[in-house]
């Protein structure tokens, strides 16, 4: 084992622990939680950002001031219905089957996140180092990370084929300072 197999152990860990104190109920309402913050935000902002217009000179700091507004706002009534939901959950004797249930959902969002980070340091020059080469759990999840692209857009798909990336060590060759050489050869 090496340093990437205890890092995505730790993500493992970290996820399943966090769930299991959280419980299952929480954990899914706070997902929701988060998505009705991020939809509300997007829907409510931009009209919201115009009642601003007064009070807030700049068009950018408007709709900024707007969506954090709106999504904290959202969060915050949601946090509070998640505490309210929690405690009747106690009150029911449901919590030892909830913390379970929580436990399972956070080795499953632990699996999502990992293999998703997998996915995405795919096409980076990652690959080819030796922590990456040399790590027992990473084939397994690059055979999950082959599987979930899959089920992604045809585009997602291309632009995620780690068979379609460059390979190649250290810095891409844009960003390497020209030479003298290369300054002269261009100029004539």
């Known amino acids: 084992m090496n340093g990437a197999d205890l890092v995505i152990i730790g993500i493992l860990a970290i996820s399943i622990v966090v769930s299991l104190v959280r419980g299952f109920i929480k954990e899914v309402f706070s997902i929701l939680v988060w998505l009705a913050a991020i ?31 709106v999504f904290l706002l959202v969060l915050t009534v949601g946090g509070l219905i998640s505490f309210l939901v929690g405690r009747m959950i106690e009150k029911t004797g449901l ?10 959902f956070g080795l499953a969002r632990g699996l ?3 293999v998703l980070t997998v996915m995405l340091m795919r096409v980076t020059p990652f690959v080819e180092d030796p922590w990456w080469k040399e790590s027992r759990l990473m084939p397994t999840f690059e055979v999950m990370a082959d599987r979930a692209r899959a089920w992604l857009p045809e585009s997602m798909r291309n632009l995620l ?28």
């Open 39 to 69: 939809f509300a935000a997007f829907q409510v902002s931009g009209p919201l950002a115009e009642a601003l217009a007064p009070m807030i000179e700049l068009p950018s700091a408007r709709v900024i001031v707007a969506f954090a507004a």
């Open 95 to 104: 919590s030892p089957t909830d913390r379970l249930f929580g436990a399972v």
């Open 112 to 114: 999502v996140i990992v």
């Open 161 to 188: 084929n780690p068979e379609n990336q460059p390979r190649q060590s250290g810095m891409p060759q844009r960003a390497l300072p020209l030479s003298d050489t290369d300054l002269n050869s261009n100029l004539e």
